[in-house]
T-cell receptor
Framework: DGGITQSPKYLFRKEGQNVTLSCEQNLNHDAMYWYRQDPGQGLRLIYYSQIVNDFQKGDIAEGYSVSREKKESFPLTVTSAQKNPTAFYLC????????????FGPGTRLTVL | QKEVEQNSGPLSVPEGAIASLNCTYSDRGSQSFFWYRQYSGKSPELIMFIYSNGDKEDGRFTAQLNKASQYVSLLIRDSQPSDSATYLCAVNGLTNAGKSTFGDGTTLTVKP
């Protein structure tokens, strides 16, 4: 069954805690992305990676960290430095092509208590 | 000015009508353009992409691109209540290393 999986679906965090969101894909796509979506808003890019062991900051990277040790996996850590982390987090993948259309996982909804 | 702008809506059309969703972008180097549909509480789903000036049709959906005017639109013919969702416009450019810039979305409601 091909696709993108994100876990957990819902996550609750106490203030001051770090949490890690999982994103796994078996589409053999080279590029992976993390977005944040706030209610009524579009998607804002946090980090992206085009190849293993390499990643770049997006528009709102502060308070987040990532790793890309395997092609299939791109976990996102939300650190205690992120002041307002409550949001819907979306992972996406893309084949490296001229058009670079992206495909999204089901998302993780993070709530800070 | 935002890089990608959409009418926030909400846009309401009766069942069977044509829904027209619009998007403008600021980067003249933009090369490929995407429309995603997002149901409430769900992740975005790619429904169309276009990269050449003109129209591209897929079933009830038509994407229109005018690079001179920096404008891309999505037409939904014979709108159905199941088309009620938020539609996100996304733009890729030559210089942004495969990143997509998203608009804030237009919420469409199709009334039976």
């Amino acid at each position: 069954d091909g696709g993108i999986t994100q876990s957990p679906k819902y996550l609750f965090r106490k203030e001051g805690q770090n949490v890690t969101l999982s994103c796994e894909q078996n589409l053999n796509h080279d590029a992976m992305y993390w977005y944040r979506q706030d209610p009524g808003q579009g998607l804002r890019l946090i980090y992206y990676s085009q190849i293993v062991n390499d990643f770049q900051k997006g528009d709102i990277a502060e308070g987040y960290s990532v790793s890309r040790e395997k092609k299939e996996s791109f976990p996102l850590t939300v650190t205690s430095a992120q002041k307002n982390p409550t949001a819907f987090y979306l992972c996406a993948t893309a084949r490296q092509s001229s058009y670079n259309e992206q495909f999204f996982g089901p998302g993780t909804r993070l709530t800070v208590l | 000015q935002k890089e990608v702008e959409q009418n926030s809506g909400p846009l309401s059309v009766p069942e069977g009508a044509i829904a027209s969703l619009n998007c403008t972008y600021s980067d003249r180097g933009s090369q490929s353009f995407f429309w995603y549909r997002q149901y409430s509480g769900k992740s975005p789903e790619l429904i169309m992409f276009i990269y050449s000036n003109g129209d591209k049709e897929d079933g009830r959906f038509t994407a229109q691109l005018n690079k001179a005017s920096q404008y891309v639109s999505l037409l939904i013919r014979d709108s159905q209540p199941s088309d009620s969702a938020t539609y996100l416009c996304a733009v890729n450019g030559l210089t942004n290393a495969g990143k997509s810039t998203f608009g804030d979305g237009t919420t469409l409601t199709v009334k039976p």
